[in-house]
């Protein structure tokens, strides 16, 4: 059929631009007030094992480089694990009853760590692997 022959390559660029877009709006909110960042790190987010001026530090990066790498198509494989990572992390110890979200994003995080970003990622042009 046509659809089966909807290529790959476009839907990893789709993709990677959706979460991309996720990720990178929560950072961006979390530095529009970063003592309410903290506060909610603090009070609500409750990370185990690290502080919470951290943990937000921590979130704030991240959110920001790996979904930069990520809509470019840069080390498209290591950023989609971090973000796994962290959905992971805000799965099990932030919000556990958001599942069926969290669910979707592994999803497409899954498929870019086993198939990388696609002919359309920077990873591709320069011969990353």
Known sequence: TALGRFPLSVLQLL??????????????????????TVQLFRDEYKVPFV????AAQLAAYAEHLFP????????TRLSALALLGMTAVIQFFVYPDAWATHLSWAALLLLLIGRGGGAMALDR???LR
């Open 15 to 36: 993709f990677r631009l959706a979460l991309a877009g996720v990720f990178l709006r929560a950072g961006l909110n979390k530095l529009a007030s970063w003592e309410l």
């Open 51 to 54: 502080a919470p001026e951290i």
């Open 68 to 75: 930069l790498l990520l809509a470019l198509g840069l080390c």
């Open 125 to 127: 042009a320069i011969g």
